[in-house]
């Protein structure tokens, strides 16, 4: 069983903490994906569990036996880095298969793991070539099956796609999400980058300064951020947030900044103590064709299926809008905006939780 369980992990450096106690159970054959902002601790994270860094207390278990004391090279692990680290003197086999030649594995099962591996991957023609005749892409793969010839149940992976180009790194999410389909191995993936996250993940876990924020699906996570950091870092554009307050007029609940009023669906501020509130709301939520608002765009995005309009009301607020390129807004345009209520996320203005 190649199932991970980590309870109250810390790692400190000196003074600093880069690991506040993190736990989570990953289960067998899942494709985790850590995500968070440069510095959260991902890094360090993934480095307790495959063993290259010991933890300053906590515990680690991969399937039913605790691995704080096993060495890196018997936990049964696989790992890729962003640094890639081929031998540029050897050929593409002879990288793939470097780790079975360590161990003395005869000749006949390496040509057909290697080959196995180097199929899987789509570089079965490149096999003979040296990786400096590689592309950025190929030898990204090349990387991948010198872990997969070693059959590990666990694969920890540490933004291996981030020496890629933007095209390259969106056409490998889906290669790297069908690889794992087909190996079925439990991935434990690290990236700063939630639109990776959000493709490829089955859960992923957000963690800022050295704590998990949220553990939940993609969906979940997009749908339901339980803090203002959550909500602020999936979704591009970043989600508009306005600071106001909860009020109510005739018993129906009302959100209020500056000039701006917005009537809330009863259940949702129901047991809602404060009412100093942050609201968020997704710029695909954001309506500038109809609405009693009134606001005049400023900077126009077009992104092809769809453009952003940044607009500007009351005292120099602004708003984010995803909107149908075929509405042809310009800047300086008037428009009338509104909010669809049903999706307005609620937050803490004091430590940012979710309230609704
Ligand atoms: N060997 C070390 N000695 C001292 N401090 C370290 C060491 N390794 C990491 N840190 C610190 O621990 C914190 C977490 O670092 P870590 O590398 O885990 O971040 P990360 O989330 O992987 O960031 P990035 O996205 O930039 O790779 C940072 O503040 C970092 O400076
Ligand atoms: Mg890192």
Known sequence: MANIRLTELVKEFGSTVAVKGISLDIENGEFLIIVGPSGCGKTTTLNMIS??????????????????????GDRGLGMVFQDLALFPHM?????????????KMEDQEVQERVRAAAEALYILP????RPNQCSGGESQRVALARTIVNNPDVFLMDEPLSSLDAKLRVDMRTELKRLHDRLKATFVYVTHDQAEAMTMADRIVVMN???????????DIYDTPM??????????????????????SNG??????GSLEISLPEESTQNIKDNKVVLGIRSEHVSVSDGALRGQARIIEPLGDASLVYFEFGEEE??????????????????MFSLQASHCHLFDQSDGHRLN
């Open 51 to 72: 063993g290259l860094e010991t933890p300053t207390a906590g515990e680690i278990m991969i399937g039913d036996r605790v691995v704080n004391d096993v060495e890196p």
């Open 252 to 257: 129906d609940p009302i959100f209020k900044s």
């Open 318 to 335: 602004e708003l984010v809008a995803k909107v149908s390129p075929e509405l042809r807004i310009s800047p300086g345009d008037q428009l």
């Open 209 to 219: 300064g050295g704590k998990v924020e949220q553990v939940g699906s993609p969906l």
């Open 227 to 248: 803090t203002q950091f959550v909500a602020g870092f999936f979704g591009m554009p970043t989600m508009n947030f306005l600071e106001g307050v909860l009020t109510s």
């Open 91 to 103: 050929s593409v086999f002879e990288n793939i298969a470097f780790g079975l030649r360590v161990q």
């Open 126 to 129: 490149l096999l003979y070539k």
